[in-house]
């Protein structure tokens, strides 16, 4: 079965502070996306940064970026100038490629990260 | 332009009753999907359609009746609300295949 975890379950860090969150992911898949979402107390989930497996490159998303790294099957979060509004619940998520439709998001438990002034 | 909407955002209502929540994207994707977030926040795919048909439907009681009147809408009818549905429920929508999904706003449903 393909999981998703989230080993932190808060966390906290300084307004412009750096802050990694952690995710690790178990599939017997090669071709698959993952992603992270934020979600803040509106509970608007929001899109913060996609990965393709078969890209080797980290993505990056302005003050957003990824350390991808697929045999290890880990893929962490980093938050540079950490600001008041980045404070949310994270969650890192999991859509293998079947080439069709059948394709759902495997959501982690989730990290609350709190951003302190 | 709202790409995802769901109504209503909030629903209070007691057990037994019989109520929907109703989900419209103007993102002109093929795929639309049901997730519920419970207390703990743990987030679950429960139906997900395309192009009007089933394509996942998870464990879910058979109270839970989606129905897909066309690619851009995807109602969810509860029947006989019990307590422990109280949570709270996300549509989203993508392209067809492992790209990103795009969420409403969330119904909170509190069963009394």
């Known amino acids: 079965a393909q999981t998703v975890t989230q080993s932190q379950p808060e966390m906290s860090v300084q307004e412009a502070e750096t802050v990694t969150l952690s995710c690790t992911y178990d599939?017997?898949?090669?071709?698959?996306?993952l992603f992270w979402y934020k979600q803040p107390p509106s509970r608007q989930m929001i899109l913060v940064i996609r990965?393709?497996?078969?890209?080797?490159q980290n993505a990056t998303e302005n003050r957003f970026s990824v350390n991808f790294q697929k045999a290890a099957k880990s893929f962490s979060l980093k938050i540079s100038d950490s600001q008041l509004g980045d404070a949310a619940m994270y969650f890192c998520?999991?859509?293998?490629?079947?080439?069709?439709?059948?394709?759902?998001?495997?959501f982690g438990t989730g990290t609350l990260l709190a951003v302190q002034p | 332009d709202t790409a995802v909407s769901q109504t209503p955002k909030y629903l209070v209502t007691q057990m037994g009753n019989d109520k929907s929540i109703k989900c419209e994207q103007n993102?002109?994707?093929?795929?639309m999907y049901w997730y519920k977030q419970d207390s703990k926040k743990f987030l679950k795919i429960m139906f997900s359609?395309?192009?009007?048909?089933?394509?996942i439907n998870e464990t879910v009681p058979n109270r839970f009746s989606p129905k897909s009147p066309d690619k851009a809408h995807l109602n969810l009818h509860i029947n006989s609300l019990e307590l422990g549905d109280s949570a709270v429920y996300f549509c989203?929508?993508?392209?067809?295949?492992?790209?990103?999904?795009?969420f409403g706003p969330g119904t909170r449903l509190t069963v009394t």
């Open positions: 989203a929508s993508s392209r067809q295949g492992p790209y990103e999904q795009y």
């Open positions: 599939t017997s898949e090669s071709d698959y996306y």
């Open positions: 990965q393709e497996a078969y890209k080797q």
């Open positions: 998520a999991y859509k293998p490629n079947y080439g069709g439709a059948t394709n759902k998001l495997i």
């Open positions: 993102l002109g994707h093929d795929t």
């Open positions: 359609y395309n192009n009007k048909e089933l394509i």
